[in-house]
């Protein structure tokens, strides 16, 4: 199996040792016999490795051992030296090895002996940090891939916490419209509506005590009671509440019942009609989106304006009989 270098300064005593070693393949080596015949080879396979051609050296050398048997251990010595060489991209410490014990082996007096060996002891203990380092890799990767796992985690349940605190503030709110509908419930229905012009404000009272309280909008010509039909103004003086129309063209509406008989006495001294068909209501139909801004203004014929949602409120609150007193 070859094993690949992956690491920059990786195994530096080692690529030491076979720096030191390796001249032997470019140039030979001069106290060794290689024998006359095997000369030739031996030269060509130099050659052959110093031109980075490591696959043909190795050839070369196989051929020696198998054409030349006592030349083998300095053919199996080059070889493991190659198949170790840092430069070769295909290297096997494996099949390295296996050259090295080969000639420590069938060899014993061989002149190489001692260095293969040597050899032998370095080779594995690269290959042992290859492993320890391969394991502590895989433990840091585990690790990663946890703390990723953990940092998935922590956002899952970030966004549930952030879920649970948006579920408890409406809860919240629930809690607080339930506080008030108890409320409300405890001191009955409105017996009485305050509704003061000048203020522009709407007050509904339940024995005295103050249940909701709302800013209003009133008829475009506000300033002292309605005298006729088509003045726009709102009227003042006591009524009731007398009816209420739940399919208004302003989203629902209470009548206040003007005119009352001081309303139709000055209207007669007038010669004119008093009017009638005030309300309390909600925003025409289709402008409910105006919401409160409805309020900067007097846009009413008279009748007296709120928003659709407070409107849906005083509908419950507010029964038929209801006294409303409008004060200037």
Not at 111 to 125: G, H, L, P, V, W
Not at 150 to 178: D, P
Not at 187 to 202: Q, V
Not at 286 to 295: D, R
Request: proline letters at 4%; one cysteine or more; aromatic letters at 8%.
């Amino acid at each position: 199996m070859v094993i690949k270098q992956s690491r920059k300064g990786k195994h530096l005593f080692f690529f030491l040792v076979c720096f030191i070693i390796s001249p032997i393949l470019i140039f030979g080596c001069a106290h060794f016999d290689e024998g006359h015949q095997a000369r030739s080879i031996f030269k060509e396979a130099n050659n052959l490795f110093s031109q980075g051609s490591y696959e043909a050296s190795l050839g070369k050398y196989q051929q020696i051992i198998e054409q030349y048997p006592r030349a083998g251990d300095r053919g199996l010595f080059e070889m493991g030296i190659i198949y170790a060489y840092p430069g070769n991209e295909q290297k096997d410490y494996q099949k390295s090895l296996e050259c090295f014990q080969e000639l420590v082996e069938d060899y014993p007096e061989s002149a190489y002996r001692k260095d293969s060996e040597m050899m032998i002891f370095q080779i594995n203990n690269v290959i042992f940090k290859d492993k320890t380092i391969g394991a502590k890799q895989t433990q840091i990767e585990t690790l990663r891939q946890e703390l990723t796992d953990r940092g998935n985690e922590i956002a899952k349940l970030q966004k549930k916490i952030e879920a649970l605190e948006q579920e408890a503030r409406s809860r919240e709110n629930e809690i607080i419209t339930l506080r008030k509908e108890m409320e409300t419930v405890r001191m009955g229905p409105a017996d009485r509506i305050l509704i003061e012009k000048k203020e522009r404000r709407m007050t509904l009272l339940s024995k005295g005590k103050v249940l909701r309280t709302y800013n209003i909008a009133l008829g475009g010509n506000p300033v002292g009671p309605k005298e006729r039909q088509g003045d726009n103004k709102t009227p003042e003086g006591t009524y009731i509440i007398d009816a209420r129309n739940g399919d208004s063209r302003y989203h629902l509406s209470l009548r206040i019942s003007y005119p009352n008989e001081k309303d139709k006495k000055r209207a007669r001294e007038l010669g004119v009609s008093p009017g009638g068909d005030i309300m309390i209501h909600g925003i025409k139909n289709g402008f409910s989106w105006a919401g409160e801004y409805h309020k900067g203004i007097d846009w009413t014929n008279g009748c007296i304006a709120v928003t659709d949602e407070e409107i849906e409120e005083i509908d419950k609150l507010v029964p038929n009989g209801t006294i409303v007193e409008i004060r200037p």
